[in-house]
């Protein structure tokens, strides 16, 4: 029988760099990790049935994190202005296959960019849609807005507003890789440590894909929540329009990304 969940050293695993050649590189700056404990009933009829629900403590954790883009690009070119670098949203939960490879499931990403849209829609097979969005940074306190354009239905976003702390984990703590990185085994480095996604190419049969990134591990800040209205979740099968259970942030990692491959 496959094993209900991957054990810490699959996890720990999963964030190690791969071999292979590389798809392109792209920055992740500024993030907030906004997290639901939602019944894990409500979550898992929305996955494929391929994947099962990475659960802590029994819940499903679903996640809301708007960040910004930087040096978007293909491993063979340069940054483009005005194409690489935009602001992005994404609503997730946590999957894992037969108790191995924990990775994350996208319900929606917006993007501030028409192209990098296209090309994920096209090229990734990941749910993004185009959005109008805003990021203001004064000090520790930032917001972020977002509006739905297209697909799907316009208006659909959010309004956030919070304040960045100092880290969440100081510098020598047991277990930590460094100042305000995650100790493996801590629902911080459960939500945040995540290295493998999985999308759906369209259509009824469609093919089950696995990507995969890699990056040092986050430098995870407090953060306090000042505002927070979104209809991300909802507008995802989600029908959740409180208060988030848990609020992190991170100033940013510098990513490389790893080709899609279809899951066998």
């Known amino acids: 029988m496959p094993r209900l969940e991957p054990s810490l050293e699959e996890r720990i695993a999963a964030t190690r760099r791969p071999a292979g050649r590389l798809a392109g590189y792209q920055s992740w700056n500024q993030l907030l990790f906004l997290h639901w404990r ?10 494929p049935a391929e994947l099962t629900l990475d659960t802590w403590e029994g819940d499903a954790w679903v996640g809301l994190i708007p960040f910004s883009m930087a040096g978007v690009r293909p491993w063979w070119a340069p940054p483009v202005p005005g194409i690489s670098n935009f602001l ?10 037969q108790g191995r490879e924990p990775g994350v499931w996208f319900f929606s990403l917006e993007a501030a960019n028409s192209l990098a849209v296209r090309l994920a829609r096209w090229g990734w097979h990941l749910p993004y849609h185009r959005a109008s ?3 203001d940074a004064r000090g520790p306190l930032h917001s972020w807005s977002s509006q739905r354009q297209w697909p799907g239905t316009p208006g659909v976003g959010c309004d956030i507003e919070a304040e960045f702390g100092g880290p969440l984990f100081a510098e020598g703590s047991a277990g930590s890789p460094g100042p305000g990185h995650a100790p493996p085994g801590t629902f911080e480095y459960f939500l945040a440590e ?7 190419a369209p259509g009824p049969q469609g093919t089950l894909w696995r990507g995969q990134v890699w990056h040092t591990p986050y430098p995870l800040i407090s953060a306090s929540l000042r505002k927070c209205r979104q209809d991300l979740l909802p ?6 329009d409180r208060p988030p259970d848990h609020v992190a942030a991170s100033p940013g990692v510098n990513v490389e990304i790893f080709p ?3 899951v066998v």
């Not at 939602?38 to 996955?47: I, R, W």
């Not at 995540?194 to 759906?200: A, E, I, K, V």
């Open 194 to 200: 995540r290295y493998l996604l999985f999308s759906r």
């Open 260 to 262: 899609l491959a279809p």
């Open 133 to 135: 969005m805003t990021h």
């Open 88 to 97: 992005e949203t994404n609503v997730r939960t946590y999957v894992h296959r």
């Open 38 to 47: 939602v019944p894990a009933a409500l979550v898992a009829p929305l996955l």
């Open 235 to 240: 507008a995802a099968g989600l029908p959740i």
